[in-house]
């Protein structure tokens, strides 16, 4: 994937990315990890044959974090991948990671736990995979069942994952999760349903208080006069400890495009915010269509 000049993404995810996609029906509808595609100039699949084929983005749903693409011609010999379910998978069961690179890059890992995962960029899964050992190649990487079925779709390295002790491992988007809004990304290109309130607030968790570690660039947090190294110390009265407890808040008080009054120690003095929030979508920048 190309980046559109100037797009926010490339600061921090570079203007040039690659991962692995999976096809997913007869349409030609291929299932990836949404960072690697996120404000595309051009996208390029290439398939098991080395074939090149130009691709346009149908979809991504932030709450997953998963996008949806297209081929703009047909993918010939290809097989779609169907669904399985990673509610059904058992802590230590084997699976297959399938990153791009055919069977060379295959490689068996054993699933360390299923649990709820949140991360620093106002980003919470209620149930992620988490598979040891790790695959370096695991940007999109299919999670396979023992059925050969697709359970999961490979977002992160980690350094753990598992809380009792330091096994590296990738943690999996559960492909559960997007079964319920595939069509609507088909379709409509995102979920139906309003989207969420972002801030563009990048924080991490510290003795039970979140500090402030990123304040994305125009977004709605650095506009409101929120900057790197205050500390977040509640919604309106209501006090925050952890990621779980901010988003929760965050988003229970209602759609994109509402005032979301916050509390914030910068230096040494407490002070009140009202960050106007956005669809992050709409944050990204997008392809002119012609």
């Excluded at 991962?19 to 290439?46: C, K």
């Excluded at 299919?142 to 096994?167: D, W, Y």
């Excluded at 559960?176 to 139906?192: E, F, M, Q, S, W």
């Excluded at 914030?264 to 979508?281: A, C, H, P, W, Y």
Aim: aromatic share 6%.
């Amino acid at each position: 994937m190309k980046a559109l000049p100037g797009a926010r993404s490339a600061e921090t995810l570079g203007a040039q990315r690659e991962g692995t996609g999976v096809v997913i029906d007869e349409q030609g509808h291929i299932l990836t990890i949404g960072y690697v595609v996120n404000e595309a100039e051009s996208i390029e699949i290439t398939t098991h044959e080395s074939k090149t084929v130009p691709a346009t983005l149908v979809g991504y749903d932030h709450a997953t974090g998963l996008s949806v693409l297209r081929t703009i011609a047909p993918l010939e010999g290809v097989m779609p991948m169907q669904f399985g379910s990673a509610d059904a998978l058992a802590v230590h069961e084997p699976v297959m990671v399938l990153p791009h690179g055919g069977r060379a890059a295959a490689s068996i890992g054993y699933v360390m736990s299923k649990r709820k995962f949140t991360a620093s960029w106002e980003y919470l899964l209620e149930s992620a995979l988490f598979i040891s050992p790790p695959t370096m190649q695991w940007a999109g990487a299919a999670l396979v069942n023992r059925e050969g079925k697709l359970v999961g779709v490979g977002s992160l390295l980690l350094r753990a994952v598992e809380a009792s002790q330091p096994v590296p491992g990738n943690m999996f988007v559960p492909v559960d999760a997007l079964k319920p809004v595939l069509k609507d990304l088909i379709t409509n290109g995102r979920r139906t349903e309003p989207a969420r309130p972002w801030l563009g607030l990048g924080t991490e968790e510290l003795q039970g208080r979140l500090f402030v570690t990123n304040v994305t660039r125009g977004g709605p947090a650095e506009k409101a006069g929120i900057q790197r190294g205050d500390i977040l110390v509640g919604i309106g009265r209501d006090s925050v400890r952890n990621h779980e407890d901010f988003y929760r808040r965050l988003w229970s008080l209602g759609a994109a495009g509402t005032d979301i009054p916050l509390r914030l120690l910068q230096g040494t003095e407490i002070k009140d915010f009202t960050v106007r929030s956005m669809d992050r979508n709409q944050h990204f920048q997008r392809k002119p269509a012609f």
